[in-house]
């Protein structure tokens, strides 16, 4: 197990030193990020220099979905688990299938990032100034631009009523109906 260890490290190393500028941009919330291809690139480069292969598996217990990233060592077969718990989102226009489809990919990049040290700021609390400001919040009502845009977010792979949240103010009537109209 110290070889396995040892060779994850390494990887981790190799990935820390690609210095890769993020290629996604989420304009909503206006942050850049890691896309699923940047973050399966780096892992898998860095595997295959130090003799390793990873497997993917989503998995469901009692408590929900969640994902298994495992990684083997190609020349003992040594191996280790890490797991995190995920869901299935509910996407506007989309079958079950594809609904999986998008839980995977996000689960899947998670996980890698999680395990090979791929770090998002945007994404840490400590990164922002979390102070609350004076700038007073627009409400978000659907007769305007901003509700087509708040839809087209969270159709978005990962993105949240709390994010919608972060930038305006939602009545529980237009919260409801926002939801529903992606769904």
Not at 24 to 53: D, M, R, W
Not at 77 to 86: F, I, N, P, S, V
Not at 126 to 135: G, L, P, Q, S, V
Request: with cysteine; proline share 2%.
């Amino acid at each position: 197990m110290k070889a396995l260890i040892k060779k994850i490290a390494n990887a981790k190393k190799d990935i820390k030193s690609a210095n890769l500028k993020k290629g996604g941009t989420n304009s909503f919330s206006k942050y850049n990020y890691f896309t699923p291809e940047q973050v399966e690139t780096l892992v898998s480069n860095a595997c295959e220099s130090e003799g390793l292969i990873t497997k993917f598996d989503l998995k469901r217990n009692e408590f929900g979905e969640y994902g298994v990233l495992t990684v083997i060592d190609t020349e003992t077969g040594e191996l280790t688990t890490y797991e995190m718990a995920t869901a299935i989102p509910e996407i506007k226009a989309t079958n079950i299938a594809q609904q999986l489809g998008g839980c995977v990919t996000y689960t899947e990049r998670y996980l890698k990032m999680s395990a090979f040290g791929i770090v998002e700021n945007a994404n840490d609390f400590d990164a922002h100034d979390n102070r609350a400001t004076t700038k007073e919040k627009k409400w978000l009502n659907p007769d305007t631009l901003e509700w087509s845009k708040a839809i087209k977010f969270l159709q978005e792979d990962g993105n949240t009523m709390a994010d919608v949240k972060k930038g305006y103010k939602l009545s529980v009537t237009n919260e409801k109906l926002l939801m529903d109209s992606v769904l």
